[in-house]
């Protein structure tokens, strides 16, 4: 049997493993490939799911196995984390096992959903690869994401390594789903520490058997799929019973307090991995401790064995279990030591300590005795290595005050810069002058008669004297579609302009703190809000200007430019600003898919398309349903102005872009859908865009057309044109599409071709008959 | 197969850094290396890369921690004083930080071509073993990819690696999703053990090299509010060189017509336009836009509108400009050492055209 590793970081190394052991072979995995295996073995019935960093893989790995046929789980990509959190409420008042995995951001923008479901006392398991959140925007680790749930009501287990992470999730079906528990379920681990961090674990060789002796059958007591026992889910209820409801919730938290280590005790049993609800060590004589949460607490204990053989008696305290909070065993583990350090990896501004602090003083503030000194400490936000050194630190602290016996500074940020007063990033470019960027480079004219609007553009030589407004020196991949979209768009908007890009491709890699590639002022904000964010400007641009407020009148043109993978989660708020009708242009980039974080399918993506959560395998053939076709979502808001383009076709992208400069300042808001070429993700070469796009347009998979004042008009017609291919012709050039030219695809293929044909006799229509 | 290995010195961690740009494979090699350990040396082990959006072309370093099977593995942190250096790219050899915390006692291995060494080497430690392999070269040959020489080399100079454990580690983690391309890695993997060099006496540095931690520019007591930039367009203090992978566009100033396509199609605004008077030219019709599009020069209309050149700092290589240029001016060619400081024709002369340049970070 292979040396239990586990075992080794716990204090429980010299137990022998139990008879009820259940077999288990060595594996290499990441947290995040530890929760995919976890959910493939407990066989959960369905997983509703977001993309998001560093989550994402989570459903990954599922989704290449369920290709491979490994397992049977459902997996629903939501909307926006927002909808997979109520696809997940939904499934679970079905009464099935359900699953979802997200972080930062995407817990945020669910939070509204957790108190709903542990309110109405709904189990299901939800991972949380831990991250910052926004803004600024920041990947990486820390614990503000998980804090924001610590008054939800769900149950909040931590896990500080692959091995906990996959051992846990079967802890938390078994907790969630008791019958004195009945709460939601949330599995926390490090982002990229141990999300993404290979470590040798153990899995399970028979997961049925664990099912069946470990996990039993779900029971739930009232399901919405017996119609036989009607039952109403979530009735209005105002005082006095509210707080009744919420009573009752308590209580499960408590009932929890003793469920979890029965739970803990039993997977102990069958895995020989104990994880007590603390995670002591070295604390029976310490006389200095850190507590800390997860992987920094694994840090901690090697430095607390070098103190240790140093003769300081030093000691880590970590809770396995963060809700319900272990107050007593705080009080108990702290109750000799004479100084601690406690380390937060989110602030609570303005209270003086993280969350984690607040309530490790309130907990030993109930022991009329504890004379601890506590030091509280932020450290390692949005990702900042916490490595010896820095525990070595928060030993010595602990230490100093210990041997004055008194805190000189009870709260304090750990790791933070001052900076140097002469010390500046690389200075930036001029501001552009409004003359230089108003050199008429497309003339825009309306044709009476029409109505429509004409446009002469300049040859295409005379555009290379408009002033970039994106400088070089980005981190785009080679190749990269994105910025030949906004320089042709960007190369005949005159004057003025400022823009928004919402979460994406082109936002990361232009804004590099403290570098920013653009050179027109550029606001961010998460893909949920960006048309609200830019509509709220835009009014605040008109009002100033009315009341005279604005210094020298600037006339300002507002673009918002959304992707990658189109435009998704924030669509609300977008169809929100198109009814609102402001002043402003909304530019979708769509490169079919969440390629910045690691091409997952977005609603862009088209059927049959392979993404890391669309897999091909032997039960999967890519994508299972049909892109989202926003420019007519569009349209159907009755827009002033609404067209597709691509890369491909430079000439007619530049026409649209002037002409919605034009309506966008006199009409209201215009859409654009901008196909844009990713060639690390639709696996071609660097340098095959041309041939792709024009192929996407020749294919007629992607019409170019405009619907302007609700008339459409195709632009490029390519039967008329003799330049029609068929959609394999356009398939065929892609990595991510080439097994739909398999024989065994043709139907895959033939659905593609069908629904591509339909859409485009469709347009074909519109376009003849002018009141479609 | 599941064979004993035995690290160097049990009661320590052996830890090895990766050095590279996205795309060459250093990630793959480091999770194959841990995996091979943990699963077929009976080793325990760990493996991550720092690494943040998912593109191309961006510095990573990946990183594997091993120690004896019962020696737990706790830290997460980044591997500061590695046992072992490995360098995917020579253009990385020009920063600093990709040899930080080298020691005397430790081991780099450079991805270089035969011949003249360059001068960065010369900081390296007196007594560092330094091996180099043309492991470029070597994967072209062999239709591999980098990373597979360098696996080769690498287990080649640490007898405690089991070279057939690492081998077979290496086509398992191919053959997941490209088993034809198992039997050409095999080949990189054995000319990669074979075909290394020793350069002795290189290394002149006097002691270990510092440990580096990139330290943020501004701090709290100066960094604007709110996290915005005042300061725009300062990418172009960025240089991207180590972004291509082997393939440049070269510029033939005789057969453009100056129609400006190539502008509208790059990504990383490398190309420079001048006001200098050239020559008239003619207008060509460019059947592959088939719009209202041609491709016509500027001619007598504008003389001065004339591009000159490409600014290599930014160019990444993707060779989109020679893909679309219609009277075949833009020609891929094969980037070799000095080409692009030749060709290059600045966009911003003030910044300095060095790797890592000055105000660069």
Aim: charged residues 20%; contains cysteine; proline residues 7%.
């Amino acid at each position: 049997m292979a040396t239990n590793i586990q075992a080794a970081v716990n204090e429980s190394t010299t137990e022998q493993r139990g008879k009820t052991e259940a077999p288990q072979h060595v594996d290499f995995l990441g947290g995040n490939e530890a929760a995919a295996a976890a959910a493939r073995d407990i066989g959960f019935h369905l997983m509703g799911y977001f993309p998001i960093t560093p989550s994402t893989e989570v459903a990954e790995n599922l989704a290449k196995m369920q290709a491979d046929g490994e397992h049977e789980i459902v997996m629903v990509p939501g909307d926006g984390e927002h909808g997979a959190a109520g696809i997940c409420y939904g499934a679970a008042i079905g009464g099935g096992r359900v699953l979802n995995a997200t972080s930062s951001q995407g817990l945020l923008y669910a939070l509204e959903q957790l108190p709903v479901q542990a309110g109405t006392r709904m189990p299901m398991v939800l991972n949380i690869a831990t991250r910052a959140v926004s803004g600024p925007l920041d990947i990486r680790c820390d614990h503000s994401d998980i804090y924001f749930a610590l008054n939800t009501g769900w149950i909040i287990l931590l896990a500080r390594d692959p091995q906990a992470v996959y051992d846990l999730n079967f802890a938390a079906v078994k907790i969630g789903e008791h019958p004195d528990v009945r709460l939601p379920v949330l599995v926390a681990y490090d982002g990229f520490f141990t999300s993404h961090q290979k470590r040798r674990l153990e899995c399970f060789d028979d997961p049925p058997s664990v099912r069946r002796d470990f996990l039993g059958e779900p029971h739930a007591p009232y399901t919405a799929l017996d119609p036989r026992h009607p039952v109403t889910f979530g009735p209005y209820m105002n005082d006095p019973d509210l707080i009744n409801n919420k009573k009752q919730l308590s209580l499960a938290m408590e009932a929890a307090r003793s469920v979890i280590p029965q739970v803990l005790e039993d997977l102990y049993a069958i895995t020989g991995r104990r994880y007590p609800v603390m995670d002591a060590y070295g604390m029976e004589d310490a006389e200095v401790a850190v507590v800390l949460l997860n992987s920094a607490a694994e840090t901690a204990k090697e430095v607390a064995d070098h103190l240790r053989e140093n003769g300081r008696k030093a000691g880590v305290l970590s809770p396995n279990v963060l809700r319900p909070f272990p107050a007593e065993a705080f009080r108990g583990a702290l109750a000799q030591v004479r100084a601690v350090v406690i380390g937060d990896r989110a602030d609570s501004y303005g209270a003086d300590g993280g969350n984690l602090s607040l309530e490790v003083r309130a907990a030993l503030q109930q022991d009329a005795h504890n004379r601890t000194l506590v030091l509280s400490r932020i450290y390692g936000l949005g990702g900042r290595d916490f490595d010896d050194t820095d525990a070595e630190q928060f030993f010595a602290q602990a230490l100093d005050a210990a041997a004055a016996g008194e805190v000189a500074l009870p709260f304090a940020y750990h790791g933070v810069y001052d900076g140097e007063p002469q010390k500046n990033p690389p200075s930036g470019l001029p501001a552009i002058e409004t003359a230089e960027v108003s050199r008429g480079m497309a003339r825009v004219r309306e044709d009476p008669d029409t109505g429509r609007l004409e446009v002469e553009l300049e040859p295409m030589w005379a555009t290379t004297a408009m002033p970039g407004r994106i400088a070089p020196g980005h981190g785009a991949c080679p190749g990269c579609g994105v910025f030949p979209v906004l320089h042709q768009v960007y190369s005949v908007l005159e004057g003025d302009l400022v823009v928004l890009f919402q979460t994406g491709c082109a936002m990361v890699v232009t804004t590099g703190y403290p570098n920013t590639a653009h050179r027109i002022t550029y606001i961010h904000n998460l893909f949920q809000n960006g048309a609200a964010t830019l509509a709220g400007l835009v009014e605040m641009y008109h009002e100033l200007l009315r009341r005279g407020e604005l210094p020298n009148s600037p006339d300002i043109t507002f673009m918002m430019v959304t992707g990658d993978g189109g435009m998704d989660i924030g669509i609300g708020p977008a169809l929100g600003a198109a009814h609102r009708n402001h002043n402003m242009i909304i530019l979708e980039y769509d490169n079919q898919g969440y390629m910045n974080t690691g091409a997952q399918l977005s609603y862009a993506t088209p059927l049959g398309h392979r993404t890391s959560t669309s897999e091909v395998g032997c039960t999967r053939s890519g994508k299972a349903f049909h892109h989202k076709d926003t420019a007519q979502i569009f349209a159907s808001c009755h827009l002033p102005y609404v067209f597709t383009a691509s890369e491909g076709y430079p000439e007619d992208l530049m026409r649209k872009a002037a002409k919605s400069q034009w309506y966008a300042k006199r009409e209201g808001l215009v859409y654009g859908k901008v196909l844009s070429f990713c060639p690390l993700n639709w696996r071609t070469t660097d340098d095959a865009a041309q041939t792709v796009l024009q192929t996407a347009v020749d294919s007629c998979f992607f019409p170019l057309y405009e619907v302007e004042k609700g008339r459409t008009v195709i632009s490029y017609d390519p039967d008329l044109l003799g330049r029609r291919q068929k959609v394999g012709d356009w398939l065929r050039l892609m990595g991510k599409t080439s097994h739909l030219l398999s024989p065994g695809n043709a139907p895959h293929l033939e659905a593609v071709e069908a629904e591509v044909d339909r859409r485009w006799r469709r347009l074909k229509a519109m376009h003849e008959h002018p009141e479609l | 197969m599941n064979r004993q290995a035995k690290i160097p010195d049990p009661s320590r961690f052996f830890e090895i850094r990766f050095e590279s740009i996205g795309g060459l494979g250093a990630h793959a090699a480091g999770q194959i290396l841990a995996r091979t350990a943990v699963l077929h040396m009976s080793l325990n082990g760990a493996h991550f890369s720092s690494y943040g959006s998912e593109k191309k072309g961006s510095v990573v370093r990946s990183y594997v921690r091993l120690s004896s099977a019962d020696k737990p593995i706790r830290s997460s942190a980044p591997i500061d004083i590695p046992d072992v250096i490995v360098v995917f790219h020579a253009a990385l050899l020009e920063q600093r930080i990709t040899l930080a915390g080298l020691q005397p006692s430790g081991t780099l291995i450079c991805n270089l071509p035969a011949g003249e060494i360059p001068d960065s080497l010369s900081r390296v430690p007196a007594g560092t073993r330094i091996v180099r392999i043309d492991a470029l070269q070597i994967a072209v040959e062999e239709r591999s990819r980098p990373n597979a020489v360098l696996l080769g080399a690498l287990t080649a100079v640490l007898p405690f690696l089991d070279t057939d454990a690492v081998l077979t580690g290496l086509t398992e983690g191919f053959s997941h999703h490209d088993p034809q391309a198992v039997a050409a890695n095999e080949r990189a993997f054995s000319r990669g053990g074979k075909e290394f060099e020793l350069l002795d006496q290189t290394g002149l540095g006097a002691e270990g090299l510092p440990v580096m931690r990139p330290t943020p520019v501004w701090g709290y007591q100066t960094a604007p509010l709110g996290g915005v930039l005042p300061l725009p367009g300062n990418t172009v203090w960025n240089d991207l060189t180590a972004s291509r992978t082997g393939w440049l566009p070269v510029f033939n100033t005789e057969q453009c017509i100056h129609c400006g396509l190539c502008v509208l199609v790059c990504p990383d605004f490398c190309l420079a336009w001048s006001n200098e008077s050239a020559g008239d030219v003619p207008a060509l019709e460019c059947p592959d836009f088939s719009l209202s599009w041609s491709a016509e020069g500027p001619g007598e209309e504008a003389p001065s509108a004339r591009l000159l050149g490409i600014d290599y700092r930014y160019c990444k290589g993707c060779l989109r400009c020679v893909e679309t240029c219609p009277t075949e001016a833009m020609r891929r060619e094969a980037e070799t050492p000095g080409l692009a400081e030749r060709l290059q024709v600045p966009l911003f002369p003030e910044i300095t055209n060095r790797v890592g340049g000055a105000g660069g970070n």
